[in-house]
């Protein structure tokens, strides 16, 4: 299991959130010079989400995407603002090796399918961002009436294997993560690449996620807070 540390932007900087409450921030200064920490440390991996886009009309934080897969060679997969092709394609240009599709994926199937086509599937992750088993929006701000098995079921019959799928009840809350809805899209989509999110608090709860075939795991406040350290990460498989 490939584990990920993840780094959220507000205003161009690295913070996280309370269950999805913009309110509710917690800052942790310079995106790049973490980065740049996690990279010195052997982690090759890493996951960049504007959240200012998430909840806007378009990727607003791209400047630092660009300066981290400049002055690193992290692998960076990249979301939260996505919401056309031209975004996509900046994304991409601007360092971004993956880019998770999480609001478009539910609100236009037709742009996510046709970007599938040109771009590549295995460089498109569709996020899947729950609440109560349904879909959010918008910076989680939208609850749809999308299941996240549905939207899982829809993408996987078209071929996308990749997927990020957060609790967003966990998120930020280092609660642990969400196992049983991450055993119940296993059972359904077998051979799924599903990668958890939210609610990491410990070594042991990356353990049991890859314990039960989990793809991969997204860590963030968790290594922010110092409970799991960069080097433990950076040891993970050796």
């Not at 309370?18 to 990279?39: F, M, N, R, V, W």
């Not at 300066?67 to 994304?91: P, Y």
């Not at 051979?191 to 989990?214: F, K, P, Q």
Request: hydrophobic share 40%.
């Amino acid at each position: 299991m490939e584990i990920i540390p993840a780094i959220d932007l507000v205003g161009g900087k690295c913070v996280r959130l309370y269950q999805g409450d913009y309110a509710k921030e917690t800052c942790y200064g310079d995106p790049l010079s973490i980065a740049k920490g996690y990279e010195e440390a052997g982690i090759k991996r890493l996951h960049l989400v504007d959240l200012d886009g998430a909840k806007g009309d378009g990727i607003v934080n791209l400047s630092v995407l660009r300066s981290i897969t400049e002055q690193t060679s992290l692998v960076v997969d990249f979301g939260g603002g996505i919401k056309s092709r031209e975004q996509l394609e900046r994304a991409f240009d601007s360092g971004a090796s993956m880019v998770t599709c999480g609001s478009i994926a539910v609100k236009d199937k037709d742009a996510v399918l046709s970007w599938g086509d040109v771009f590549g599937r295995e460089r498109l992750i569709i996020g899947c961002d729950a609440s109560d088993g349904f879909v959010a929006t918008n910076g989680w701000k939208t609850v749809t009436r999308t299941t996240v098995s549905d939207l899982v079921g829809f993408y996987w019959n078209k071929g996308f294997k990749r997927y990020i799928c957060t609790d967003i009840a966990k998120d930020g809350t280092m609660t642990g993560p969400s196992f049983g809805l991450y055993q119940t899209l296993m059972k359904s989509f077998s051979g799924i690449c599903l990668i958890a999110s939210g609610g990491v608090s410990s070594m042991d709860d990356l353990v049991r996620l890859e314990t039960e075939g989990l793809s991969g795991a997204i860590v963030g406040k968790a290594l922010l807070e110092g409970s799991i350290t960069v080097r433990q990460l950076a040891d993970w498989g050796r």
